[in-house]
């Protein structure tokens, strides 16, 4: 009986770090969150910068982009695509959404004027603020962070700031920075998921 041939072993895959570190944040890993935006934040932003054109809606529509990750990233599938791929599209969901209501917005300012100050339809008003809404929470919900994790979260995730500089910025170890940005968004996932905290 000849010998059995051998198996040449396969090379084993390697998990994409994207997802590797979508997948940790979705336990509540901050730290992995942290390295998630690292690795994503400059293509979010462009990716975002491209779709609404102006530089401080961008800003803010990818902190927006970060905080629904955060509050989100359990419901990846990773069969249905990328981690990356999930990440942009929701981002560029969330850059058309900006434009559309700004669009908006600019459309009822046309017709104010137009009419000498007549109101706009019901409708047009509603659908503007439920675009906003999203947004509106996570800014509310912001505000009730203290000063030293709410400047710390800003820095990082509306200015774009990295860990290092926003040390310099607020004179604080790096540590004591990772720890007010991870406690923060603790916080923030807490609020969101009980929406009555903030309205209270």
Known sequence: MPPAARRTPSPQRTED?????????????????????????SRVFGLILRVVRDHHHAEEVTQDVFIEIWRTSARFDPHRGSAQTWMLTMAHHRAVDRVR??????????????GHGRATSHDSTSELAAAHLDALMVRQALALLPAPQRQALE?????????ATVSELMQTPVGTTK??????????????????????
Request: hydrophobic content about 35%.
């Open 17 to 41: 770090p994207v997802a590797r570190r979508l997948r940790q944040a979705a336990t509540g890993d901050q730290e992995a969150f942290a390295e998630l935006y690292d690795l994503m934040s």
């Open 101 to 114: 209501s700004l669009s908006s917005l600019q459309r009822q300012d046309t017709t104010w004027h137009r």
């Open 155 to 163: 820095l990082a995730y509306l200015d774009g700031h990295t860990y």
């Open 179 to 200: 720890t007010r940005i991870r406690t923060g968004l603790q916080s923030l996932r807490s609020q969101l998921q009980n929406p009555d905290i903030i309205s209270t």
